[in-house]
C-alpha cells in the first residue's frame, strides 16, 4: 500500500510502545503537590453588602461557611470560593493597583497552591476537606469594584469552587494541602 513521499508507517509492534497520552497525563495531574497557606478569609454576609474579614471560621459539611449568604442556599457548587494570591498580584498589576482580597468577593485567599491543580480533587484546608466544584469567574460587579477593564483583569484569575465535604474550622496559617 503506498502512502505516498515522506509517510511515516509504525509497525503494530513500534505503535503498541507508543507513549500513551492519555494514562501520562492523569498521572501528571496526579502527582504530589506542595502545600500551600490560608492568608485571608472573607464572609460576605449578604448580596451586595461588603466582604467582613474574619480571623477564623467554620466550614459546615454540605453547606459552606458559616455566616457566608451562599451557606446552605442549595447552590452545591459555590459552598466555598478560594482565590490564590498569585493572581490576586497579577490582577492588581493588570489594574495598576494593589487589590484587595474583599474586592474580588473570595472567601479564601490562599498562597503556594497552583488552584487549578485541585481541578476534580479533593483537599484539605486546616482540618475541613474540600472538593474542587469548578472555576470562579468574575461577575459583571468587577468592572464597578475595580473599574473599567476590572472584569477582563480577573478572566482566568478568579480562582475556584469547591463543597464542603468535612467541616471544620480554618484560620490564617492552616495549611492548603491535596487529600
Not at 492519555?22 to 464572609?43: E, K, Q
Not at 461588603?50 to 457548587?77: C, N, W
Not at 489594574?95 to 479564601?108: D, F, H, M, T
Amino acid at each position: 500500500m503506498d502512502q505516498g513521499p515522506g509517510t511515516l508507517l509504525l509497525s503494530e509492534a513500534a505503535a503498541s510502545r507508543a507513549p500513551q497520552p492519555g494514562p501520562a497525563l492523569a498521572r501528571l495531574f496526579a502527582a504530589p503537590m506542595r502545600p500551600g497557606v490560608l492568608r485571608w478569609i472573607g464572609l460576605r454576609p449578604a448580596r451586595r453588602a461588603p466582604v467582613r474579614e474574619v480571623a477564623q471560621a467554620l466550614l459546615v459539611p454540605g453547606k459552606g461557611l458559616e455566616g457566608d449568604r451562599y451557606a446552605g442556599t442549595g447552590r452545591a457548587a459555590r459552598q466555598v470560593t478560594l482565590l490564590a494570591a498569585e493572581d490576586l498580584d497579577a490582577v492588581s498589576a493588570f489594574i495598576g493597583r494593589a487589590v484587595a482580597p474583599a474586592e474580588l468577593r473570595r472567601n479564601l485567599l490562599v498562597s503556594g497552591v497552583n488552584l487549578h491543580a485541585l481541578k476534580h480533587r479533593r483537599f484539605r484546608v486546616g482540618g475541613a476537606l474540600l472538593e474542587w466544584s469548578g472555576e470562579c469567574h468574575p461577575c459583571s460587579r468587577m468592572e464597578e469594584a475595580l473599574g473599567e477593564g476590572g472584569y477582563n483583569a480577573v478572566r482566568m484569575r478568579g480562582g475556584i469552587t469547591a463543597r464542603v465535604i468535612e467541616g471544620g474550622a480554618v484560620a490564617p496559617g492552616d495549611a492548603v494541602r491535596a487529600a
